[in-house]
C-alpha cells in the first residue's frame, strides 16, 4: 500500500521534476509525490528535462542515470547533471538508478547531485530522502529592493497615462497593485487615424512571472496590430501565439475592443475577463459578458466578436478581478460592482476609475491587483 503523508501548506507550495525515460517509473513517482502534497513535473529524456529546468520552477530534481545510449554506464545521467548545473539550475539533484554503484553514486555526487537512490526504492525512504534536502537546499535567490525598484519603473513605462483623450474619447486609468509588479495590464494604441484599439488584461500568477507574462502578452498583442481593426481576428493570433510561447498552466482574461470614431461604434471580444459595465447616456447599462475561453489555454481557439454603438456621453468601464472581487462577501453577491458602479457615476462625472479602485482597496485587504479603466465618449 503506497505511503500517504499528510500535505502541508509548505509541502503544497514545493514542486519536483520527474526526469526518466520508463512510463511506469515516472506515474508512480508522480502519484507517491501527489499523494504526500507535492506538486510534480515529469520528463522522459534529458532534453526534455533542460528544456523544463530552463523555466526555475523547481524546487527539486529527482533523475534516472540511465537512458537511450546504454543501461548501465550511467554516463548519460552525469552528462545531464552537468549540463543541469552549466545552466545554473542551483535545485537539490537525486540521482536513481537500478544498477547502483558506489562508484557511480559518488561520480554523480561530484558532479553536483546531493544524494543518490537505487532502483527499486523503499516510498518511506524516498520521501524521507525529498524533505531532507528541500529543507537543506539553499532559499531561492530573493530579488533586491534596486533590482525591484527597477522592475517597477520598467513596468510603469510599459503602461500609458493614467488621463488623456483620444479619437474623441476621454480616458482614465487606475492601477493599484497588490505587490511591487503587477500582472494585469492595459493599453491604449492608435489602429488607423480613425480608430483606435484598447484593452485590459489579468495574467495568471502574481508577482515577478506574472509581470513576465504581463510583459509577453503586451509585446505579442503589439506585434500583431496590424490585425486590430478586426478583434476576433488579432485575438486568435495572440492566443496562438501566447499558447506557444507559454506553459500550460499559463493563461490570461482579456477584454479587447476597437473603437471607430467615425461610425461611433465599439467592436471588442471578451477572452473570459469580468464582464465591462456599459453605461448609457440615458441611465440604461449593459454588461459585456465573456464571447471566448482564456487566452492560452487551446491552441486554436475561435473567438466571437460583437459590436455596439457608443455614443455622446455613453461610458464604458473595464476592470480586472481585483477589483470586481474585492467585495464579494458570498455567491450571491457575484454581482455587487454593477449597482455601485452606477451609482458612483451617476454622482462623478470624472474620476471614476480612481474612486472605483480606492473603493475597492478600502473594502479589506487587498488580495489582488486593482486596475480600472472608464471611457467616456465626448
Known amino acids: 500500500m503506497p505511503l500517504q503523508a499528510s500535505p502541508s501548506a509548505a509541502v503544497a507550495a514545493r514542486k519536483v521534476l520527474i526526469v526518466d525515460d520508463q512510463s511506469d517509473v515516472r506515474e508512480a513517482l508522480r502519484l507517491l509525490l501527489k499523494g504526500a502534497g507535492y506538486l510534480t513535473e515529469t520528463a522522459e529524456s534529458p532534453k526534455e528535462a ?50 547502483s554503484t558506489i562508484e557511480l553514486a559518488v561520480a554523480a555526487m561530484h558532479r553536483g547531485a546531493c544524494d543518490f537512490i537505487p532502483k527499486p526504492w523503499d516510498n518511506r525512504q524516498f520521501l524521507a530522502t525529498i524533505e531532507k534536502h528541500l529543507n537543506a537546499g539553499p532559499p531561492k535567490r530573493q530579488v533586491n529592493s534596486t533590482e525591484l525598484a527597477i522592475a517597477r519603473k520598467v513596468q510603469r513605462k510599459l503602461l500609458p497615462q493614467p488621463r488623456f483623450e483620444a479619437y474623441g474619447l476621454e480616458c482614465e486609468c487606475a492601477f493599484l497593485p497588490v505587490h511591487d509588479l503587477s500582472g494585469d495590464l492595459y493599453d491604449f494604441f492608435e489602429i488607423d487615424r480613425a480608430r483606435m484599439a484598447f484593452l485590459l488584461g489579468d495574467v495568471s500568477g502574481k508577482g515577478i512571472g506574472a509581470a513576465l507574462l504581463m510583459a509577453n502578452l503586451q509585446a505579442t ?37 476597437a473603437y471607430d470614431s467615425l461610425n461611433r461604434t465599439i467592436s471588442y471580444v471578451n477572452c473570459g475577463h469580468p464582464g465591462p459595465v456599459l453605461l448609457h447616456n440615458n441611465d440604461g447599462f449593459d454588461v459585456l459578458a465573456p464571447t471566448g475561453t482564456v487566452l492560452g489555454a487551446f491552441s486554436n481557439t475561435r473567438f466571437e466578436e460583437r459590436t455596439f454603438p457608443f455614443q455622446s456621453g455613453d461610458r464604458l468601464v473595464l476592470f480586472s478581478d481585483g477589483f470586481s472581487e474585492a467585495g464579494l462577501k458570498d455567491e450571491d453577491a457575484a454581482d455587487w460592482y454593477v449597482p455601485y458602479i452606477r451609482s458612483l457615476a451617476a454622482r462623478r462625472l470624472s474620476g471614476l476609475a480612481g474612486t472605483l479602485a480606492s473603493g475597492a482597496m478600502n473594502s479589506g485587504d487587498q488580495q489582488d491587483d486593482i486596475t480600472v479603466v472608464e471611457i467616456r465618449a465626448r
Do not use: K
Open 50 to 99: 533542460l528544456v523544463a529546468a530552463a523555466y526555475r520552477d523547481q524546487d527539486l530534481i529527482v533523475l534516472d542515470m540511465n537512458y537511450t545510449w546504454d543501461t548501465t554506464s550511467g554516463e548519460e545521467g552525469l552528462l545531464l547533471i552537468d549540463s543541469l548545473r552549466a545552466q545554473n539550475c542551483d535545485v537539490p539533484i537525486i540521482a536513481m538508478t537500478g544498477w
Open 221 to 257: 498583442i503589439r506585434g500583431q496590430q496590424h490585425l486590430a481593426d478586426a478583434p476576433a481576428r488579432i485575438i486568435e493570433r495572440v492566443n496562438r501565439l501566447f499558447f506557444e510561447s507559454t506553459r500550460p498552466e499559463h493563461f490570461a482574461t482579456l477584454f479587447f475592443a
